[in-house]
């Protein structure tokens, strides 16, 4: 591990970095990806619009962590739901992900979040790792609970 981690807010110019970073991970995990010269249009756009908040990690940019704010009608509070959170193959265990997580985490604190959620593969112990390792559960009601379940489709 080297020293601190350099993590900046990504803006609109840096979109064309944001969509190689993100193909490459849907790519990596053998899910499908538009390609870049797509996605790099329409995240400039998400950016620019504050739809979405993107976090870039380490000075290449070797990571990312990209985010929504969403308000919770139980808590009438922000949730921050962590969409990705990608650290290039070559570059983990330099500690670029757990900068990320915790970038977000602050951020989310500083616009008035009070929950944030993600989901994460069964076999990605890496991940897994380092989310229960920044105090994340996936046991409904703590430890003892049971685990809680991510569930998807295509409308």
């Known amino acids: 591990m080297g020293g601190e981690v350099s993590v900046r807010r990504a803006a609109p110019a840096d979109a064309p970095e944001v969509a190689r970073l993100l193909h490459d991970f849907n790519t990596e995990f053998g899910e499908p990806t538009p390609s870049v010269e797509v996605l790099a249009p329409r995240l400039a756009e998400f ?5 979405i908040t993107v976090l870039l990690g380490g000075a ?4 990312l962590a990209q985010f929504r704010y969403i308000r919770s009608f139980w808590s009438g509070a922000l949730d921050l739901y962590l969409e990705e959170l990608y650290v290039v193959p070559a570059r983990r265990g330099e500690g670029i992900g757990r900068a990320l997580l915790e970038a977000t985490m602050e951020a989310g604190r500083v616009e008035g979040a009070t929950h944030v959620d ?3 593969g069964e076999t990605d112990t890496a991940a897994r790792s380092l989310y229960e390792s920044a105090g994340f559960t996936n046991r409904e009601g703590g430890p003892e609970g049971p685990s809680m379940l991510y569930y998807e489709r295509d409308l």
């Open 47 to 51: 950016i620019a619009e504050g739809e």
């Open 118 to 120: 993600l989901n994460t």
């Open 60 to 63: 290449g940019p070797h990571g």
